[in-house]
């Protein structure tokens, strides 16, 4: 699985278009997170202090991007395949789908990851050049961790969907509704941190003053569960 993994990457370095779309969707979040807090002044569940108001703003639109920034890594990852109809190659080479499929998705995993790192540095930039705000490392980074790995569920349903459905422009169709899951399970926001996709939700609305522990275990949990959708979505993928 290393060595496709190996492939993978490669062949995500060499993709120009990938990176200029992860760049633009890295400005959006800035730009669209900034419009909020410009837009919506005031306090947000309680919240006065406009360190943490601009952290919680930019957490908010997290769950957003990480379904834009999902659609467009699987998109090149798995629906080119089907385009370009490589999966059979892929799946004779490795001999095992399961080995090509954890493989594309780790490697989705990690990139997204990174975009959505490299996310956080500019906002924090942000926070202290235009806003003038001091970086408090220790209490921004429970809002970041949440931000990075909260929404790996969410990521999860994304890249089933396009490893489910051949047709690329159909996948990102599909995908969009997981935008208004939210919404639904709104009035259980209380029990978010037993439902994967509402974690950052509960972190929120809920338990913002969690510790660091339960944080990283809620981040974890989200990480199992969105492991375990794409093990599920392996046994239904046939070509």
């Known amino acids: 699985m290393l060595r496709a993994m190996q492939g993978e990457f490669r062949r995500a370095k060499k993709n120009t278009t990938l990176h200029l779309c992860l760049s633009i969707l890295i400005c959006m979040q800035i730009i669209f997170t900034v419009i909020e807090i410009e837009f919506f002044t005031g306090s947000v569940n309680g919240v006065t202090d406009p360190y943490l108001l601009k952290l919680l703003w930019f957490t908010n639109?997290?769950?957003?991007?990480?379904i834009l920034f999902s659609i467009v890594l699987d998109y090149h990852v798995l629906s080119k395949e089907y385009h370009d109809h490589t999966w059979e190659l892929l799946l004779l080479t490795m001999k095992n789908k399961y080995k090509v499929i954890f493989a594309k998705f780790f490697v989705v995993s990690i990139v997204q990851g990174i975009s959505q790192l490299l996310s956080c540095?500019?906002?924090?930039?942000?926070?202290?050049?235009?806003?003038?705000?001091?970086?408090?490392?220790?209490?921004?980074?429970?809002?970041?961790?949440?931000?990075?790995?909260?929404?790996?569920?969410?990521?999860?349903?994304v890249f089933g969907i396009f490893l489910m459905v051949e047709n690329g422009m159909l996948a990102i169709l599909c995908s969009i509704p997981l935008l208004?899951?939210?919404?639904?399970?709104?009035?259980?926001?209380?029990?978010?941190?037993?439902?994967?996709?509402?974690?950052?939700?509960?972190?929120?609305?809920?338990?913002?003053?969690?510790?660091l522990f339960t944080n990283i275990l809620l981040c974890l949990y989200n990480v199992i569960c969105g492991g375990i959708l794409v093990w599920i979505a392996g046994k239904f993928f046939h070509l």
Do not use: R
């Open 61 to 66: 639109t997290s769950t957003l991007f990480s």
């Open 121 to 157: 540095i500019l906002f924090g930039t942000v926070l202290h050049c235009y806003y003038g705000l001091q970086n408090n490392i220790a209490l921004s980074f429970p809002f970041f961790l949440m931000s990075c790995f909260g929404n790996f569920f969410v990521s999860a349903c």
């Open 180 to 211: 208004l899951l939210p919404v639904f399970f709104q009035e259980w926001i209380s029990f978010g941190k037993y439902i994967p996709f509402m974690a950052v939700g509960y972190f929120l609305n809920i338990s913002m003053n969690m510790d």
